[in-house]
């Protein structure tokens, strides 16, 4: 058997990835009043070692809901203010 194929893996290990998207149907599954980032740990929506967030203009919201601390794209943003919603920073 070659060299490299007995010798263990080392070096390289990637980083777990720190943001995430939602689409914005699934800000209607959280039921704070403002939602943020710890509002969406606590839902089960994004895990625990998630630092940042974005929103992307998928699905459709149909409920005002108020943002804060949280991205978002322009279409996303257009929706969410369509909806009777606000974001706060």
């Known amino acids: 058997m070659p060299l490299q194929r007995r010798v263990p ?5 990637s980083d777990q990835k720190d943001s995430a998207e939602l689409r914005l149907d699934q800000l209607e599954k959280v039921e704070a009043e403002v939602i943020d980032i710890d509002a969406l ?17 998928s699905g459709s919201i149909g409920k005002a809901v108020k943002l804060q601390g949280i991205k978002l794209t322009k279409g996303a943003q257009e ?4 909806a009777g919603g606000t974001i706060l920073d």
């Open 9 to 13: 893996k080392r070096g390289f290990t």
């Open 41 to 57: 740990k606590n839902a089960n929506i994004v895990p625990r070692y998630i630092q940042r967030v974005k929103v992307i203009a």
């Open 79 to 82: 929706a969410v203010k369509k």
